[in-house]
Each structure stands twice: as structure tokens, then as C-alpha cells.
């Protein structure tokens, strides 16, 4: 069983930054889950944003953020960031950070998710 916490949303202007966290409590070692950022905006399903395998040596994006966001862990503390860069109007959303032993890209493949944290970007 993983407990998954967000942090770190809020309200940005366009061309800002924020930095999403993750924290996670487990009974297993944390470096064996790949996490995964999703976000989700009202009548829309939840998208894919980016993942971090286990060890931290494997990372995805959705290419509408490469280039702005990184996903990044440290396993000493339990915690997975997505430092996002450059935010723009369409980046608002509800984001979700999510774990599995399998790394992937697909939200079904998630066991573990968090509650959300809302990150809204005015232009």
C-alpha cells in the first residue's frame, strides 16, 4: 500500500513556475515505484504528463511539455518533483501523481494515486 500526497499548486501567471511534490509513505521501498504526473480538467479524461522510473534513470513526457517540465525523485526522502517552466493558460488542470511497480505511461497502469493539486495558469 503507497499513500501519495501533492503539494505546490496554485495560481501562476502565464510564463511562470511551479514546482508540483509528491510525497509518498510505504511499506515497500520507495525506489521500487515508477511514479507518474497526470492532469485533468473538467469533462476532459486525465492526460498523461510525465513519469520517473524507480531508480530515477528512466523518464517520459508528453510532448506538449517537453522542454518546460522535469520530472525528478529523491528516494532518500520519498518524494517525486515536476518542475514546470514556462506555464501556460492550457497547462491549467488538476494534477495527480501516481505509483506502480511497472513504469508506463498510461493511467490504468497506476495503482496508487493522490488526492490532486490544482495548478491554474491566467493569461
Known amino acids: 500500500q503507497v499513500q501519495l500526497v501533492e503539494s505546490g499548486g496554485g495560481l501562476v501567471q502565464a510564463g511562470g513556475s511551479l514546482r508540483l511534490s509528491c510525497a509518498a509513505s510505504?511499506?515497500?521501498?520507495?525506489?521500487?515505484?515508477?511514479v507518474g504526473w497526470f492532469r485533468q480538467v473538467p469533462g476532459k479524461e486525465r492526460e498523461f504528463v510525465a513519469a520517473?522510473?524507480?531508480?530515477?534513470?528512466?523518464?517520459r513526457y508528453v510532448g506538449s511539455v517537453k522542454g518546460r517540465f522535469t520530472i525528478s525523485r529523491v528516494n532518500a526522502l520519498n518524494t517525486v518533483y515536476l518542475q514546470m517552466n514556462s506555464l501556460k493558460p492550457e497547462d491549467t488542470a488538476v494534477y495527480y501523481c501516481?505509483?506502480?511497480?511497472?513504469?508506463?505511461?498510461?493511467?490504468?497502469?497506476?495503482?496508487?494515486w493522490g488526492q490532486g493539486t490544482q495548478v491554474t495558469v491566467s493569461s
Open positions: 501516481a505509483a506502480d511497480p511497472n513504469f508506463a505511461s498510461i493511467a490504468i497502469f497506476y495503482r496508487y
Open positions: 510505504s511499506g515497500r521501498t520507495f525506489s521500487t515505484y515508477a
Open positions: 520517473i522510473s524507480g531508480s530515477g534513470d528512466s523518464t
